[in-house]
């Protein structure tokens, strides 16, 4: 008993520096669950005396904070890239707006006073160095949220992005969100990133969207790079074979890490 013991404890001694892994609970007056789980990768053997470039992954809809660690192995690509990957809850539909018409769903309220805020409080993370990407639901509000708050990004990408809400294939979860899509409804287009480009060219940073070609979202990230490119906006847009799956987001998070880490200064980690 007592060397199993042993071997256990020689066991839990190996694992746990290998997974530099936190989970934050942040709490909150801007949603009605009081709290948000987000779950941190930091680089294998950190230290805390460094700042480190960090990445804000959003998932999609009908997500959780799980859904990233469970796409891709996110300690392997925190190690490879030497970067803090931070994965805050959506609340499944959030969003990731201040609802019109619910005032106690406030998510873009909750990111920009308190979820910022607990991240640089409690993270060894390089403010200078700090970038927000997402899939699906996430990519819309990856953009979205980089419109609101440029000044704390250097830059912002997304992946098979839901970049015009109308274009949605799941339109009753925006609905309780937006209220029903119909003419007299701006919500819709008012929310909508891609009508939201003057804020992006004001930001003067770069994007990087990606989306698969077999994706039904395709046409629509289509025409906000043409958009983007237009207005003279700084953007890498590539299209690849692939469909709005887990297959295709494992396959490009790398893509786009690469991309964010060439805007980090040497020094920085």
């Known amino acids: 008993m007592k060397k199993r013991l042993l071997i256990l404890l020689g066991l839990m001694i190996f694992v746990f520096p290998v997974f530099s892994q936190k ?23 950190y230290s805390s005396l460094k700042k480190y470039p960090a990445v804000i992954l959003l998932h999609g809809y009908d997500g959780s904070f799980r859904q990233w ?6 300690q392997k690509l925190s190690n490879e890239f030497s970067m803090i990957l931070i994965c805050p809850d959506g609340f499944k539909e959030s969003w990731y707006l201040d609802s019109p018409i619910r005032p106690s769903l406030r998510y873009a309220s909750f990111f920009r006073e308190d979820l910022l805020p607990e991240l640089k409080k409690n993270l060894p993370l390089d403010s200078t160095a700090l970038f927000i990407t997402g899939l699906s639901m996430g990519g819309h509000g990856a953009l979205y949220l980089f419109c609101l708050n440029h000044k704390e990004f ?17 339109s009753f979860s925006i609905a309780k969100v937006l209220g029903v899509k119909n003419k007299t409804n701006t919500n819709w287009e008012k929310y909508s990133v891609i009508n939201m480009t003057d804020s992006l060219k004001n930001a003067g940073k770069p994007l990087i969207v990606n989306c698969g070609s077999q994706d039904f979202l395709i046409g629509v990230n289509r025409k906000f790079a043409q958009k983007c490119e237009q207005e003279k906006i700084k953007i890498v847009f590539t299209e ?21 880490r060439q805007f980090v200064r040497k020094d920085t980690d």
């Open 23 to 45: 989970q934050l609970i942040v709490k909150t007056e801007n949603y009605p669950l009081g709290c948000d789980t987000v779950n941190c990768y930091l680089p294998e053997n």
């Open 69 to 74: 660690g469970n796409i891709c192995n996110l």
């Open 154 to 170: 250097k830059a912002a990408g997304s992946i098979s992005g839901v970049l015009d809400l109308k274009a949605s294939s799941v």
């Open 240 to 260: 690849s074979p692939g469909k709005h799956n887990r297959d295709y987001w494992r396959a490009l998070l790398p893509e786009q890490l690469r991309y964010f």
